[in-house]
């Protein structure tokens, strides 16, 4: 379900979170006709209390695949 109003996005909860790092919720946004994913932690500070913390991502932007690695961690020089 993209955004389909300029400056507007949405987030859902993540229902395929397998591990603490993973984000609790995800969704997208347009901001100046630019599409990007968002990612959102909830976290809790000392003094304030919990929050949402989150993460901007061009659609557009690929990640560089990951190299092979062996038992030991050291990558597979192929």
């Given at each position: 379900?993209?955004a389909?109003?300029?400056?507007t ?29 968002i ?9 304030r ?22 038992d ?5 020089p192929?």
């Amino acid at each position: 379900m993209p955004a389909k109003k300029d400056m507007t996005g949405v987030l859902f909860r993540n229902d395929k979170k397998e591990s603490d790092k993973h984000p609790v919720y995800k969704g997208q946004c347009l901001v100046n006709g630019v599409e990007y994913w968002i990612a959102g932690w909830v976290n809790e500070h000392e003094e304030r209390g919990k929050y949402l913390s989150i993460k901007f991502t061009p659609k557009e932007e690929k990640q560089a695949p990951r190299k092979p690695r062996d038992d030991d961690g050291q990558n597979i020089p192929f």
